[in-house]
């Protein structure tokens, strides 16, 4: 995730948990949107980024949705808050879903995309829809490198990317 990270660039963080990714992006001088719906890890992220006084802004206890009506999309906090360069996307089973509702922003500025997928259909579903909007995919198992102590059968990182 690093290597993508410069000063300056607009990082979503969606499903940002207790925002140890978050705080990463603002360590390396991202300007840092974090969403997270869960209450009780929003109340830590919160807590997380005062005690830090890193420049995170936290978007807490929303839904990001694929339409309007359901929640507001990834497309409408790209208006609000400017196109990013960098998303990582941790939703538990909703990650084609969420791109639904990102296809403008994901066709005209083209961010650099880390999406964890815990199922091999939505996995397929997510490499068909960002392949036809012209991302390279890399697949990285996740496994290797970080135990995983949840009872997941499936746990993989795509790494999307245009030329």
Not at 11 to 36: K, Q, T
Not at 93 to 104: I, N, P
Request: aromatic share 10%.
């Amino acid at each position: 995730m690093q290597h993508y990270l410069r000063p300056g660039i607009i990082v979503f963080d969606v499903g940002a948990g207790n925002g140890y990714y978050s705080m990463i992006a603002a360590l390396r001088g991202a300007r840092v949107v974090a969403f997270e719906p869960d209450a009780s890890a929003s109340a830590s992220l919160r807590r997380a980024v005062e005690l830090s006084g890193l420049p995170v802004r936290v978007v807490e206890d929303i839904v990001v949705g694929p339409e309007h009506g359901v929640g507001r999309t990834l497309d409408d906090y790209a208006k609000t808050y400017g196109n990013p360069g960098f998303v990582k996307i941790d939703v538990e089973g909703a990650e084609w879903s969420l791109l639904r509702g990102f296809s403008w922003t994901l066709a005209e500025s083209c961010p650099t995309l880390v999406i964890e997928t815990h199922d091999e259909l939505i996995e397929a579903d997510c490499i068909k829809l960002l392949s036809q909007m012209g991302y390279k995919i890399s697949i990285v198992q996740r496994r290797w490198w970080l135990k995983e102590y949840r009872p997941i059968k499936h746990n993989r990182w795509l790494v999307c990317r245009k030329n």
